[in-house]
C-alpha cells in the first residue's frame, strides 16, 4: 500500500460488533474476564486498549515498522527509550536539539548515570572520533529547531552499525510522510506526535517505532511498567489527524515553498532558513533523504535589532505568536526569547541563533492571504 491508503486504512478494521467504520473510543480502565485469566486479549487500559492499538498499527505503518508504541507526549516517549539503558552507558546526541530532549537528557536523565555527549552532527564523518566502548545510542534530530539544519540519517547509520550503537531520529521535523529513517538504516523513530501526526494542535501525544523485536518487547514492556500512556480519546484524535496527513503535508511544503521564496527577496530579510532552498548548506542532504521539504521556515530580519523582531511578530494578523508546529494553522514563534531563552546569548549566537530570527510553522491556509500578512508586518 502507498502512504495515502496507509495513512487512512491502516491498522482501522470495522469494529466486529456494530460495523461501526470509524475506530471506537473504547473509554474503559478494564475488561470483563470470561474466567480468571480468560479474556479476549484486554484486561487493562494501561497495558492495552483497542484504540490505542488501532493507532499504533497505523503508525508502525506509516513508519515501514514493525512495532509502534504511544505515549502521553513526545518527551514520554523518549523517556521510555532512555529506560531500556544502564548508568555508564553512553549517548552521543547532536548539539542542534529540541529544548525539552535537552532538559530531560541533562536534568533528569544523566542523575541515573547515564552520560551524555553532545556534538555537531551534520559532518557526518566527524561523529566517529567521539564513540567509545560506552556508546551505546546515538540520538539524532533531523531538521532541526530552529536552524534546519540536516544530518545525513543513513551515513549515520552505517557508523552506528560498524559500532554495534542503537540510532534513534526523531522525526518530528519532517513526519513520515516527508522522510522514514527505518528505511535509511535507524533503529528507532521518535515523533511528537503533537505536531505534524495530528496535525490540528488538540493532543500531546509522543511515538516509537521499530523493527527489532527484542527492542519492541522491551518498549513494550516499559509502556506498561513505567506507564506513560495514551488516553483512548487522544488516541482517537491522533487517528482521526493522520486520515488527512498526506494531504495536509503537501500543502505545508507547497505553502513553505512560496513563503521561503517570498522572504528570500524581500529587502528587510537577512537570511532565510528552509531546507528546499538549493543555497541552504544541507541542501543535497535533504534532497537525499526527504521527499519534499517542509513547512517550517526561519528568518533573520536585516539590522541585528531585538526591538523591531518584536515589533514585526506583534504585528501578525494570520500568524499566531505560539509555542509549537505543525497544526493546520500558521504559528510563529520568537526563539530568543521564547523556546531558547534559558540558552546564553553568546552560545545562541554561536549556533547562528540571532535576535532577529523568526520561525514560522507555515499551515495550510491560503499562502496569498499568509503573504499578505508577512507583507503588512515586516513592512
Ligand atoms: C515538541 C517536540 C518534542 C517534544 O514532544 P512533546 O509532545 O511536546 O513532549 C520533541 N522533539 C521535537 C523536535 C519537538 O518539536
Redesign the pocket.
Known sequence: MKFATKAIHAGVEPEPHTGAVMTPIFQTSTYAQEAPGVHKGYEYSRTHNPTRTALQKNLAALENAQFAYVFS??????DTLLRTFQPNDEILVTDDL?G??YRLFVRVIQNFGLKFNFVPMTDANGIEKHITPQTKLIWI?TPT?PMMSVIDIEAVAKIAKKHKIMLAV?N??ASPYLQNPLDLGADVV?H????YLGGHSDV???VLAMNDASLAEKIAFLQNAVGAVSAPMDCFLMLRGIKTLHVRMQRHCENGRKIAHFLRNHPKVEKVFWVGLEDHPNHEIAKKQMRDFGGMVSFILKGDDLEEAKRVMSSFKIFTLAE???GVESLCTHPATMTHASIPKEQREKAGLKDTLIRLSVGIEDADDLIGDLKQAIG
Open positions: 507526549s513526545g518527551l514520554a516517549a523518549t529540541y525539552g530532549t534530530e529547531n526523531d518530528t521535523f521518535m511528537s506526535a503533537t505536531k500531546v501525544m509522543g509549537s508546529l505543525g
